[in-house]
């Protein structure tokens, strides 16, 4: 790969299938996905038997390497791939509680239920709510959950975001405001 090669052009040839820059790529990505899936497994560390290692495993083969993503830049890629990570983990969270609730199995006795953390499940039912509502809100305003997923997910500053979707900081302030205000009125209460 030529040397002048931006990381962007080089996110876009591997979506392309082109699969002779993954080390490279991996080895320059690798810093920043770690922080980005450190970022999401301690938010939703009640219900991730996950490491950092394990969920970007999870994100580059369940993802990353059937390709098809349309990364417009080096922000998009990132915020991107934590929106993928916080799909990882809600599909665990859903997984979880499909197990508590029996999973197709017997039912199990009182005795035995007393061995499942009641919190531990809540915040999984949580996690999945929250993701539920994500996908609603990038449905009704997907400005509004892009400026979400990059700021709480991704970590991004609200200059950087304003920046990377080339609005004024107020715009990103007010997308942000707006769908936290959405998330929080539509969030049943615990």
Known sequence: MADGTSLTER?????EGNSAITESL????????????ARELKREHSIAPLSKTELIHELWVNNLSKGGWQIHDRGHFFALASLAMRRILVDLARRRLALRRGGGEAPCSL???ARFPIAADRDAATIVEIGLLMERLDAKYP?????VDMHYFSGFTLEEIAREMRLT???????WEKGLKWLKRNLRPV
């Open 11 to 15: 996110l876009q040839l591997f979506m």
């Open 169 to 175: 900081t107020k715009q990103v302030r007010l997308r």
């Open 111 to 113: 005795e035995d239920s």
């Open 143 to 147: 400005d509004c959950a892009r400026v």
């Open 26 to 37: 991996l080895h320059e990505l690798l810093p920043t996905l770690r922080e980005i899936a």
